[in-house]
T-cell receptor, first 116, second 115 residues
Framework: EADIYQTPRYLVIGTGKKITLECSQT?????MYWYQQDPGMELHLIHY???????EKGDLSSESTVSRIRTEHFPLTLESARPSHTSQYLC???????????????FGPGTRLLVL | GENVEQHPSTLSVQEGDSAVIKCTYS??????FPWYKQELGKGPQLIID?????GEKKDQRIAVTLNKTAKHFSLHITETQPEDSAVYFC??????????????FGQGTRLTINP
């Protein structure tokens, strides 16, 4: 069982508000990821990080931003929330110990965001 | 880029019967294929994975097969139980940029086990 946490679990907020979704892991994993999951169920990678001070955009364009100041923490921020941002956001991490060997990604429970 | 197709989108089987979910991928360079199970209100959890140098892998009631030539892989669950009811996702990955990986997921299969 992976120790990866996301807060809040549910968030209802009005249009135009700034929000930050928190993600923390206690496993010392170097690699962290954010996925967006719509009601149609498919997951899409929106951001990832190799390690501290690195952030990269994923395959799905997103208006959100991320930061990686500490190994264990990978928050996602929306400067001005809109109804189109309504979705579930899932955070994941992987050890990243071995170059050339793909490792398991462990997922958090997700944050379900509703923008009114 | 990679594209993963998953079928069926819903699957209903009687308890004790087998369930099979199939995925195809487009990028022949993909070499890692995990399967995740997602229960209601939870994040996806890895149940089994396979790498391109292996054709089949088993873990108790769960097995995965990979056909690199045809670019498809399948999840097999035998002796299904009610607790197997969930949404299952396949994924494929080839990139490992500085140790990170970019998983591309299938559309998901909602599996229901009928008692």
């Amino acid at each position: 069982e992976a120790d990866i946490y996301q807060t809040p679990r549910y968030l209802v907020i009005g249009t135009g508000k700034k929000i930050t979704l928190e993600c923390s892991q206690t496993m010392g994993h170097d690699k962290m990821y954010w996925y967006q999951q719509d009601p149609g169920m498919e997951l899409h990678l929106i951001h990832y990080s190799y390690g501290v001070n690195s952030t990269e955009k994923g395959d799905l364009s997103s208006e959100s931003t991320v930061s990686r100041i500490r190994t264990e923490h990978f928050p996602l921020t929306l400067e001005s929330a809109r109804p189109s941002h309504t979705s579930q956001y899932l955070c994941a991490s992987s050890p990243g110990l071995a170059v050339g060997y793909q490792e398991t990604q462990y997922f958090g429970p997700g944050t379900r965001l509703l923008v009114l | 880029g990679e594209n993963v197709e998953q079928h069926p989108s819903t699957l209903s089987v009687q308890e004790g019967d087998s369930a099979v979910i199939k995925c195809t991928y487009s990028d022949s360079a993909s070499n890692y294929f995990p399967w995740y199970k997602q229960e209601l209100g939870k994040g996806p959890q890895l149940i089994i994975d396979i790498r391109s140098n292996v054709g089949e892998k088993k873990d108790q009631r769960i097995a995965v097969t990979l056909n690199k030539t045809a670019k498809h892989f399948s999840l097999h669950i035998t002796e299904t139980q009610p607790e197997d009811s969930a949404v299952y996702f396949c994924a494929a990955s080839r990139e490992q940029i500085q140790g990170a990986q970019k998983l591309v997921f299938g559309q998901g299969t909602r599996l229901t086990i009928n008692p």
